[in-house]
């Protein structure tokens, strides 16, 4: 079954660092990869998507690169801030329909 | 519009008695979802509509768990004889239907559900 993996459940770093944050599948290649923020007792936001054709995206401090032989997508944030600190998750929709997300990994940046 | 909205926020229940939950996509949003999604996990696809249709259910979704979006517009979710193991945040999303090609969806706050 189509599967989606985050290795690391907490990431911590210090201000002013890059943040890389990694999402594998496995048995299937994903159309797209999504890329999401959740903060406590709120609703994931959408970042960032990069389609299967696609090396990397970019959005301000966000990049999503999307590497299909290693089955893999990064995400980095660069010059972390504080209010970076969130879960960020990692989903694909194969037809367009319903996401299959990770478990997430929860970032910590401190001052 | 404000972004998808959902009610209640929170919900308390006894074992045994039935739920309903209200969510209200983004108006121009043909497409809506449900998720469930519990401490440490992400979220977990229930069912999705486009429209007034009810397209994919998942296996998740067992018969005590009914979802409607009469007239295509709000949805919402029943849960009949709730169990313990119900307990979860309900989570709905909506997106348009040709929106970047890649369906980013958009999430509302959820509804946290405690079975006692």
């Known amino acids: 079954s189509q599967k989606i993996e985050q290795n690391s459940e907490a990431l911590n770093i210090q201000e002013g660092k890059t943040a890389t944050l990694t999402c594998n599948y496995t048995?299937?290649?994903?159309?797209?990869l999504q890329w999401y923020r959740q903060d406590p007792g709120r609703g994931p936001v959408f970042l960032l998507l990069?389609?299967?054709?696609?090396k990397e995206k970019r959005k301000e401090r966000l990049k999503v690169t999307f590497d299909t032989t290693l089955k893999q997508s990064l995400f980095h944030i660069t010059a972390s801030q504080p209010a970076d600190s969130a879960t960020y998750l990692c989903?694909?929709?194969?037809?367009?329909?319903?996401?299959?997300f990770g478990k997430g990994t929860t970032l910590s940046v401190s001052s | 519009d404000t972004g998808v909205s959902q009610n209640p926020r929170h919900k308390i229940t006894k074992r045994g008695q039935n739920v309903t939950f209200r969510c209200d996509p983004i108006?121009?949003?043909?497409?809506l979802y449900w998720y469930r999604q519990t401490l440490g996990q992400g979220p977990e696809f229930l069912t999705y509509?486009?429209?007034?249709?009810?397209?994919?259910k998942s296996r998740l979704l067992s018969d005590r768990f009914s979802a409607e979006r009469p007239k295509g517009s709000f949805s919402t979710l029943e849960i009949q004889r709730t169990e313990q193991g119900d307990s979860a945040m309900y989570l709905c999303?909506?997106?348009?239907?040709?929106?970047?090609?890649?369906?980013?969806?958009?999430f509302g706050p959820g509804t946290r559900l405690t079975v006692l």
């Open positions: 999303a909506s997106s348009g239907l040709f929106s970047a090609g890649g369906n980013e969806q958009f």
């Open positions: 048995n299937y290649s994903p159309a797209y």
């Open positions: 990069i389609r299967e054709n696609e």
């Open positions: 989903a694909n929709n194969q037809a367009g329909t319903a996401l299959i």
């Open positions: 108006s121009e949003h043909n497409r």
């Open positions: 509509f486009q429209n007034e249709a009810q397209l994919e």
